[in-house]
């Protein structure tokens, strides 16, 4: 048999042993859709709505109720309760019951009414760092709102016209335009990325439990012979099937955020393609270095878990990467899913061309390193299945 037949040979092999074995068509199967759709479930509402948040009302006036109308009319923005004092209100926000706490000092209309500036304090659970940030933003706009209502109230007086009185109010008008996530959906923001780094965690852990079961069942001198001696061919042969199955999942994971969801695809769907064919490559060349590092299951599955579960945290999408320290910057750089996850943000989101993501290409071809190793380790060992 010719290379590529050798290849083949061996991937036929694996498809019996795949279909043989439910727990191994689980994890390309059932598995996988359950994480994927347990994430889309979690965050399809897209925008966070009715968030709970507790009043401390010291005022009790015509003004300050006209302050919670206006937090309890916000879409975003829920009064879960209204508490006596400060204390009663923050012991809630530490038990998590709310994320924010308004408090409405006293003397609040009568200071309005006489020019002062009354200070409404917010108190906000920053624990929990996205529902704080969203908080922050809604409370912020109600309460200037509000403030800007009052200030054209009371400007009407001293002015004959409407538009005077509005101009004293806003003097300078703002337009801001936002681009690529016009909706502000944090589906898009958080779900487009989460998916992919869930879908890393597979690639390795499959093609592990892969080489796991093989062993564990004493099938290496078979999958060797498959491949009549030819170690390369061997791991190719093995590899193939899920890579063609992690394939399908991966662009059925971008096909359903930009197709079956409303956000277009700004892109080349080639070059996402040739982006996600290297990054499955890669990481099951890492799956194979590490079984190959002591050929133990166990072992091989905790550093593939070690390796990809934290993918998420540093891919540089829910915290800057320019505010990282340098070990999380370097955990950052050893990932492949974070150069992949940059280009098809680029691809899907702006339609960057191939030029300006060549570096992204570039540093995921530096992980194929890794095959020297692979290759070494399954050789040296293969001498002992064939005594």
Known sequence: MNYIQKVLAVSRGEVKALVSSWYMLGFVTWIPLMGFALIVAIFFAGVPRELPVGVVDNDISQLSRMQL??????ATLSIKKQYNSVQEASH??????IYAVVIIPNHFEHDLRKGMQPT??????TQFILMSKILHSSLTQVLRTSAATIDYVASLVDEERPELAKNAVNPIQ????????????????????MLPALWSIFVVITLIIAYGEMFKNG???????????????????????????????????????HGVMPWPFAG????????????????QLIASAFYALKFEYASALSFGAVFTAPAFAAMGITFPLMNMGGVAVAWHELLPISHYIHIQISQANYGAPLSSIGTSFAALSLFLAVTPFVYWRFKVAAKGWVS
Not at 120 to 125: A, E, G, K, R, W
Request: overall charge neutral.
């Open 120 to 125: 409404i304090t917010v108190m906000l659970n």
């Open 268 to 283: 080349s769907w080639l070059i996402l393609a040739s982006a996600m064919l290297l990054t499955i490559i890669v990481y």
């Open 174 to 193: 703002i337009q801001i335009t936002p681009f690529f996530n016009t909706y502000n959906n944090y589906f898009l923001f958080l779900v487009s990325a």
């Open 219 to 257: 099938g290496e001198t078979a999958w060797l012979k498959r491949a009549e001696g030819s170690v390369s061919a061997a791991i190719m042969g093995k590899m193939l099937p899920y890579l063609l199955i992690q394939m399908a999942w991966g662009l059925g994971v971008v096909y359903f955020v």
């Open 69 to 74: 109308s206006n937090i309890e009319s916000s």
């Open 92 to 97: 809630t926000l530490r038990d998590g019951t």
